[in-house]
């Protein structure tokens, strides 16, 4: 187990936890698919830091919580930019890597940053080249900002269920709500992507 006592950092909990499971380096290497032991050794000397979906990977491997394995969220994870999103008329969705982050993650889960295109959530501040940080989820509380398919299109807005409809509302008065019915939901293929849980402001306009 780790010592609750330390603060330790997730280089050397990630090396006392391979060496209590009984892993080499070499062994790990192999069970993740990589062509040798180097990139282990650079989680171990601090060089690099695993990707969320790795460290959810570890976790489940030596059989402790994310929230350990990370020490309470205190640890700073690459999260890809994946590609855009439109806020504003539904635009094509490219999930490709653009760019990544270094970012606090404190729960499991699938997490990604999408490029914002567009301005009809300025009043919320997202604003063109702005990346939203997005956990992936198919449902949203009422309010909630999220990314949603429509057809193979993602647009950003304000996820409201209203009268059996669902109200996907803009952060700007010159755009009007996009409105569905269960019969257009199905037809049109919506689903909800994720949650925004906050913005990386681009200064860069």
């Known amino acids: 187990m780790i010592d609750s006592g330390d603060t330790m950092a997730l280089k050397d909990r990630l090396r006392q936890l391979r060496k209590q499971a009984g892993y080499s380096q070499e062994e790990l290497a192999k069970r993740?698919?990589?062509?040798?032991?180097?990139?282990?050794?650079?989680?171990?000397?601090?060089?690099?830091?695993?990707?969320?979906?790795?460290?959810?990977?570890?976790?489940?491997?030596?059989?402790?919580?994310?929230?350990?394995?990370?020490?309470?969220?205190?640890?700073?994870v690459p999260v890809a930019v994946l590609g855009v999103v439109r806020g504003g008329a539904p635009i094509d969705a490219y999930e490709q890597e653009i760019d990544s982050y270094p970012t606090a993650v404190d729960a499991p889960g699938e997490y990604f940053y999408l490029r914002v295109v567009g301005d009809s959530m300025i009043n919320a501040r997202i604003f063109e080249g702005d990346d939203v940080f997005?956990?992936?989820?198919?449902?949203?509380?009422?309010?909630?900002?999220?990314?949603?398919?429509?057809?193979?299109?993602?647009?950003?807005?304000?996820?409201?269920?209203?009268?059996?409809?669902?109200?996907?509302?803009?952060?700007?008065?010159?755009?009007?709500?996009?409105?569905?019915?269960?019969?257009?939901?199905?037809?049109?293929?919506?689903?909800?992507?994720?949650?925004?849980?906050?913005?990386?402001?681009?200064?860069?306009k």
């Open 134 to 204: 997005v956990r992936r989820q198919a449902m949203v509380s009422q309010g909630d900002i999220a990314v949603i398919m429509i057809e193979d299109e993602a647009t950003l807005k304000r996820v409201y269920f209203k009268d059996n409809l669902l109200i996907l509302q803009p952060e700007n008065d010159k755009y009007p709500p996009m409105m569905f019915t269960p019969e257009e939901i199905e037809e049109r293929r919506i689903m909800i992507i994720g949650k925004v849980l906050h913005n990386r402001i681009s200064f860069a």
């Open 32 to 76: 993740f698919g990589y062509k040798s032991f180097t990139t282990i050794q650079k989680w171990e000397d601090g060089t690099s830091t695993p990707p969320v979906t790795v460290l959810q990977q570890l976790a489940a491997l030596y059989h402790v919580t994310f929230q350990q394995l990370i020490g309470e969220g205190d640890v700073m």
